[in-house]
């Protein structure tokens, strides 16, 4: 059996930005949440593609918490890393920001996303694991952990 590979949080890091224009806009002139879940979705699929070397998949939308707006002109910053993995699922936190003419930013959204990773038969192949390193990540990296036991259970549960 061969050793399983380790990989950084850095090493799957990604940072995007788009700038808002009209075609991104609701009717109240506010970012329309659905295009924020594309790009967050993309995002997420960056990190976890940086990290399993492979296809990957959506497979859930854990958390997804609107804090604010943001409106025409404002850069949309999205910053997602690897916050824990299992065998072959990868657990992405993506944080958006509303970045302003000035360069000030202020946090819009976070949200948590499970991606796995796949063959090229959609079957699940394992991932290499995650070095912990400080204690921000290893906050996270548990706080990972029970939101992957919640989601096992709710799963068993037919959720």
């Avoid at 070397?53 to 939308?61: F, H, L, M, P, S």
């Avoid at 910053?77 to 657990?91: A, D, N, P, Q, W």
């Avoid at 000030?104 to 959204?109: S, Y």
């Amino acid at each position: 059996m061969t050793e399983r590979k380790m990989k950084r949080v850095e090493d799957s890091m990604v940072e995007q930005s788009f700038l808002l224009m009209p075609r991104h806009l609701n009717a109240a002139g506010h970012l329309f949440g659905g295009q924020l879940l594309a790009w967050i979705d993309e995002t997420a699929g960056i990190v976890a593609l940086r990290h399993a070397q492979c296809n990957v998949v959506t497979v859930a939308v854990d958390n997804m918490y609107f804090k604010a707006g943001a409106g025409i002109n404002d850069v949309v910053v999205l910053i997602g890393r690897i916050t824990h993995v299992g065998r072959s699922s990868m657990e992405v936190r993506i944080d958006s920001y509303a970045e302003k003419l000035d360069g000030t930013r202020t946090m819009i959204n976070r949200a948590y996303f499970v991606m796995v990773a796949t063959d090229e038969n959609q079957k699940p192949v394992e991932v290499p694991g995650l070095i912990v390193e400080g204690v921000t990540q290893q906050i996270e990296w548990e706080a990972g952990e029970k939101r992957s036991q919640l989601r096992k259970m709710r799963r068993s549960e037919g959720y």
